[in-house]
């Protein structure tokens, strides 16, 4: 680590100095994202001393069971990102429809506010997932779907653990910020991180693991096996939150997969406020992002709240979990 650490602020100062280096405008946003997250980080901190554990007594436009800490989320980022007059339209896994707001505002900020909030009344690991992407003018709702269809401008998550870290991309190098509780500002930690090509860890749900299909049963299977020469097993982390065991696999190496089942044939996780800006950084860093037949990032969302498979991680690990899906399929069709 640097003997004195870049903040937040100051960085975005540097990058926009920079020969076609980042906007001033999109500095103004990932600004007021990182204020917002550490309003968050303070919330969540101090949760169950204000009151704010616990359901809310609504449901999000997903069905998921609100919790107080979503509706707080929700509401602090999208007041930080509308005071800066930059965005046309806020996406949240929390609304049912696109909240329209500034009609010829360059960006379009998706976002879903509080990931992992089942862990919120235990202690567990929370995180914000976000892309912002460029905005049609002027911007409708349906303009504004057909714009998320491309590669956001810059993604990243906040994890609130037993740090707070906050990771951005803007297609090139994937950065981390940890926040100086005693300072107040996210300092630079994490420079041009770099996802490991292997690892020896996978994140799943491994309770559904009857439920999925053959090939991902005989990849699991694999992966658990010994074989020292290869690394296996593979030791299982998951903690219920998407932000922490990719962010796991972003640093250290390893696959998260959250597949279908015939319940949920296209998973769970939603392609616009998840699976895509986490598919930005991971690929950004030189990992890979797949939905088990092709790249998520080429995924085009045909509504909102569209769900869709993931497998996303080490480049290593993904492009092994396809050969078993793949095998698969041309068993499927001897």
């Not at 303070?42 to 449901?59: D, I, M, Q, T």
């Not at 590669?151 to 981390?176: D, N, R």
């Not at 490991?196 to 860890?201: D, K, L, T, V």
């Amino acid at each position: 680590m640097n003997r004195h650490p870049i903040p937040f602020s100051r960085h975005f100062v540097e990058r926009v100095r920079r020969p076609r280096g980042m906007t001033r405008d999109l500095a103004a946003v990932l600004n007021q994202l990182g204020f917002a997250a550490k309003f968050l980080a303070r919330e969540v901190g101090n949760a169950a001393l204000k009151g704010h554990l616990g359901f809310a007594g609504e449901v999000n436009a997903t069905g998921d069971a609100q919790k107080k800490l979503d509706v707080i989320g929700n509401e602090a980022l999208l007041d930080a990102v509308a005071d800066t007059g930059l965005v046309s339209a806020y996406l949240s896994e929390e609304f049912d429809e696109i909240r329209m707001l500034e009609e010829n505002a360059p960006y379009i900020f998706v976002t879903d506010p509080l990931d992992g909030s089942s862990n919120t009344d235990i202690n567990g690991a929370v995180g914000t997932i976000f892309g912002i992407y460029s905005s049609p003018h002027p911007a409708t709702p349906e303009k504004v779907l057909e714009a998320i269809a491309l590669p956001p401008v810059a993604a990243g998550y906040v994890f609130y653990g037993t740090s707070t870290i906050l990771i951005y991309t803007t297609g090139q190098e994937v950065m981390g910020f940890t926040l100086d509780r005693d300072f107040g500002e996210f300092l630079l930690s994490h420079e041009n991180i770099r996802c490991p090509e292997r690892g020896i860890f996978f994140s799943a749900n491994a309770a559904r693991l009857r439920e999925w299909s053959p090939g991902l049963q005989a990849y699991i299977q694999y992966v658990t096996q010994r074989d020292k020469p290869t690394g296996r097993p593979y030791s299982l982390r998951y903690s219920g939150a998407l932000v922490a065991d990719l962010h796991r696999c972003l640093v250290e190496g390893g696959l998260y997969l959250y597949p279908g089942d015939a319940q949920n044939p296209d998973g769970k996780l939603r392609l616009v406020y998840e699976c895509a800006p986490l598919a930005f950084v991971v690929e950004s860093a030189g990992g890979r992002a797949s939905c088990g037949n092709g790249r998520t990032l080429e995924l085009k969302a045909r509504k909102l709240h569209q769900r869709c498979p993931v497998y996303i991680g080490s480049a290593g690990e993904v492009t092994l979990l396809e050969k078993f899906l793949q095998e698969e399929k041309q068993g499927a069709r001897s």
